[in-house]
């Protein structure tokens, strides 16, 4: 009687085989990010660029608690008040600001994370095995993708919840609602800038089959964007607009805002212009501004809603490249054959 009972459940169509799950309960996906995120952990790249980050993060941070006493002190700076700001900003001009370091050091970090994430395992042979067990295809790349962002939101919301502690432990001044939103509001968009280059670097992983391969692919792509693009920009701009000295007024405002549009296509260009206008209330412009334009206006720091709509281009700028890149990566890596 079992034995007629278990042979109808099988050939019944509206019997499933149960998922299979570990000891805990977790699905295959959950299992997959977690061992993403103890690979990326206990990976010696990772814990250098994350020497470096906070090593950077801390040179800087003692560079503005050493001066931010002038900082607070000078009335004629609008931002003055936004003491927490100013940790994140302030600098001797020994070394460069924070949010400067990290649009040189955070697509490093994407990069590291990503360009061998599927070839080395292609290589290895680990893939095939893994695509035989019974799991989605598609959840392999979510996983590497979504542990990679987790493991990053993870430390830059530490060194943030670091410097808020830090600083009211040495100050006693509280943070003001405004201040939390644009260090969140920071946070958000460095995520998605490091997002845009672990995108890439994926991509890359897929469409190249040796791991140094797409590295280097990667590393130029940056080495592009960060030193080369704009001198570029400017050799070819020069030869063909005329010269500047032979405009007027509104030409001239008219040739910056091309070059600045061209040049915002970098990512880099856009993460500065982002955080800079996010961390520095009183910016109330991103590109040139007519003395009309200027006239009777008072410096003064601009409401977080002003601020984040200056900003909003910049920001889905950059969500739309991370989005690009990563679509890119899904459709490449959904119809390559895994198992030659």
């Avoid at 950077?56 to 001066?67: E, G, I, K, P, R």
């Avoid at 050091?105 to 599927?118: E, K, R």
């Avoid at 070059?259 to 206008?277: E, F, K, Q, S």
């Amino acid at each position: 009687m079992d034995l007629k009972i278990s042979i109808k459940n099988i050939l019944n169509p509206a019997f499933k085989k149960p998922v299979a799950q570990n000891s805990s309960g977790a699905g295959p996906f959950s299992v997959m990010v977690r061992k993403e995120i103890t690979d990326h952990i206990r990976s010696w790249r990772f814990a250098i660029l994350i020497g470096l980050i906070i090593l950077t993060f801390v040179a800087s941070l003692y560079v503005s608690l050493s001066n931010i006493k002038a900082a607070i002190g000078n009335v004629n700076d609008p931002d003055h008040t936004f003491l927490y700001l100013k940790l994140l900003t302030t600098t001797d001009n020994s070394i460069p600001p924070f949010h400067i370091f990290l649009s040189f050091l955070a697509p490093l970090l994407g990069i590291s994370m990503g360009f061998d994430a599927i070839n080395a395992e292609q290589n290895s042979g680990t893939q095939t095995r893994l695509m035989a067990q019974p799991v989605y295809r598609d959840n392999i790349l979510l996983a590497k993708f979504i542990s990679a962002l987790v493991v990053v939101s993870s430390l830059f919301a530490t060194l943030a919840l670091l410097m808020i502690g830090g600083g009211l432990l040495l100050t006693g001044v509280r943070m003001e609602p405004q201040e939390l939103l644009r260090i969140l509001g920071f946070l958000v968009v460095t995520i998605a800038y490091v997002a845009f280059w672990l995108s890439l670097s994926i991509t890359l992983s897929i469409v190249f089959r040796q791991a140094a391969t797409s590295a280097l692919t990667a590393i130029g792509i940056w080495l592009f964007f960060t030193i080369f693009y704009q001198l570029v920009v400017n050799l070819v701009i020069r030869s063909f607009l005329p010269d500047p000295a032979m405009l007027t007024q509104e030409e001239v405002i008219r040739y910056n805002n091309i070059i600045l549009n061209i040049l915002r296509i970098a990512p880099n260009h856009l993460y500065t212009d982002a955080v800079a206008t996010l961390l520095m209330p009183s910016v109330r412009s991103l590109g040139p501004l007519t003395m009309e334009q200027m006239a009777g206006a008072v410096p003064s720091p601009l409401p977080f809603k002003e601020s984040l709509m200056l900003v909003w281009p910049q920001v889905s700028g950059l969500l739309a490249s991370m989005t690009g890149c990563f679509a890119l990566a899904y459709y490449l890596f959904m119809r390559r054959e895994v198992r030659s």
